[in-house]
């Protein structure tokens, strides 16, 4: 069975730094893109970062510079690397398997449950 | 406020047939980039709808299809049942900001 599951969500303080982990089962990450997309409290969804099947990424501009997406190919898990974190990136962030489009477009066809973030003093 | 324009909310009864639009700017839908839906439940992993305009995956009931106009897209589910009350949301590219862009979503309401 395909399955995403997402941790390392918690409480953090303004500033403050967090990973999340994704661990695939039924799936090598290494063999398609993976994205993060963020839902915000009483917001819609909102694409964070991709990482393509080379290994290059590509972030939004709200959280370019202050995260990085990578992946372990030996432990078939994704991350995301948050630094800097601000109030409004308070939001339950999503792992996404991620399937390409011809002319460099692409869609999320299995995603996690989620896990949480909420950055506050 | 999202580059994809969608309705906040649409209702229907059970059994009616209701659309959702989805407009977007010539960068984005108006460009050719396909248009891709997802079903949302508080508290659950979103799940894909239609891919690439109107393809269904499977195990997707064929209450759902989708379609693409010109700067829109559409979703039309058909047959409405209680199970369908959920946020929709619809997902392309835009190519001026090199980045994949989510529509703000529609709640669907059973009446």
């Known amino acids: 069975e395909v399955q995403l599951v997402e941790s390392g969500g918690g409480l953090i303080q303004p500033g403050g730094s967090l990973r999340l982990s994704c661990e695939a089962s039924g799936f090598t990450v290494s063999s398609t893109y993976m994205s993060w997309v963020r839902q915000a409290p009483g917001k819609g969804l909102e694409w964070v970062s991709v990482v393509y099947g080379g290994g290059s990424t590509d972030h939004a501009d709200s959280v370019k510079g202050r995260f990085t997406i990578s992946r372990d190919n030996s432990k078939n898990t994704l991350y995301l690397q948050m630094n800097s974190l601000r109030a409004e990136d308070t939001a339950v962030y999503y792992c996404?398997?991620?399937?390409?489009?011809?002319?460099?477009?692409?869609?999320?066809?299995?995603w996690g449950k989620g896990t949480t973030v909420t950055v506050s003093s | 406020q999202s580059v994809l324009t969608q309705p906040p909310s649409v209702s229907g009864a059970p059994g009616q047939r209701v659309t959702i639009s989805c407009t977007g700017s010539s960068s984005i839908i108006g460009a050719g980039y396909d248009v891709n839906w997802y079903q949302h439940f508080p508290g659950a992993a979103p799940k894909l709808l239609i891919f690439?305009?109107?393809i269904r995956p499977s195990g997707v009931p064929d209450r759902f299809s989708g379609s693409k106009s010109g700067a829109s897209a559409s979703l039309a589910i058909t047959g409405l049942q209680a199970e369908d009350e959920a946020d929709y949301y619809c997902q392309s590219y835009d190519s001026s900001r090199s980045a994949v862009v989510f529509g703000g979503g529609t709640k669907v309401t059973v009446l």
């Open positions: 996404a398997r991620t399937k390409p489009i011809p002319g460099d477009q692409y869609y999320m066809d299995v």
């Open positions: 690439r305009n109107n």
